[in-house]
Antibody, heavy 120, light 106 residues
Framework: EVQLVESGGGLVKPGGSLRLSCAAS????????MNWVRQAPGKGLEWVSS????????YYADSMKGRFTISRDDTEHSLYLQMSSLRSDDTAVYYC?????????????WGQGTLVTVSS | DVQMTQSPSTLSASVGDRVTITCRAS??????LAWYQQKPGKAPRLLIY???TLESGVPSRFSGSGSGADFTLTISSLQPDDFATYFC????????FGQGTKVEVK
């Protein structure tokens, strides 16, 4: 069974940094493209970033470019999101999600999310 | 950027109703369109991908159609478990979600 478990969320001041983690199990993590998607309180879903199976192709939503860095450690079966220069509008639940290797872009499995609150 | 617009934002319906949600892209996304269901406090769940392919385990009362820029999610006979928020997602160019459609009890 695919399991994705996010951690690392919490309260951070504006301008601060935070590193989110996503622990994966139940599938061959190294072969999957992974994504971060966020959801502000009471709002819709917003795609944040993706990283392909070998980490060669990395993409970000425009509003996250230069502030967020996605990475992965296939030996640890983990996905990461380093966030810096955080703003109040970055407050959201952050989900990690996996793509089926045969279905590029389709987010088949999701974690339960971790809440990031940016506030002074 | 590809913008996705869903309508309506909220839909009031009763059990047994046929429900239709539409999603329009700002440019053609071919068939690279997925639908997700989300319940309060839970992660989204994939329902349909490639515009019309039902994900394994999803009830057959859910169906999707469309191509290019106009897409539809239909629930043929609404069940109590279907009251939730539905999102479309284009994955032709990176990824963009619609703003969501909340299906509530009439």
């Amino acid at each position: 069974e695919v399991q994705l478990v996010e951690s690392g969320g919490g309260l951070v001041k504006p301008g601060g940094s935070l590193r989110l983690s996503c622990a994966a199990s139940g599938f061959t993590f190294s072969t999957y493209t992974m994504n971060w998607v966020r959801q502000a309180p009471g709002k819709g879903l917003e795609w944040v970033s993706s990283i392909n199976s070998r980490g060669h192709y990395i993409y970000y939503a425009d509003s996250m470019k230069g502030r967020f860095t996605i990475s992965r450690d296939d030996t640890e079966h983990s996905l990461y999101l380093q966030m810096s220069s955080l703003r109040s509008d970055d407050t959201a639940v952050y989900y990690c999600a996996s793509e089926d290797p045969m279905l590029r872009g389709v987010l088949k499995s999701w974690g339960q999310g971790t809440l990031v609150t940016v506030s002074s | 950027d590809v913008q996705m617009t869903q309508s309506p934002s909220t839909l009031s319906a009763s059990v047994g109703d046929r429900v239709t949600i539409t999603c329009r892209a700002s440019q053609s996304v071919s068939i690279w369109l997925a639908w997700y269901q989300q319940k309060p406090g839970k992660a989204p769940r994939l329902l349909i991908y490639q515009a019309s392919t039902l994900e394994s385990g999803v009830p057959s009362r859910f169906s999707g159609s469309g191509s290019g820029a106009d897409f539809t999610l239909t629930i043929s006979s609404l069940q109590p478990d279907d009251f939730a928020t539905y999102f479309c997602q284009q994955y032709d160019t990176y990824s963009t979600f619609g703003q969501g459609t909340k299906v509530e009890v009439k």
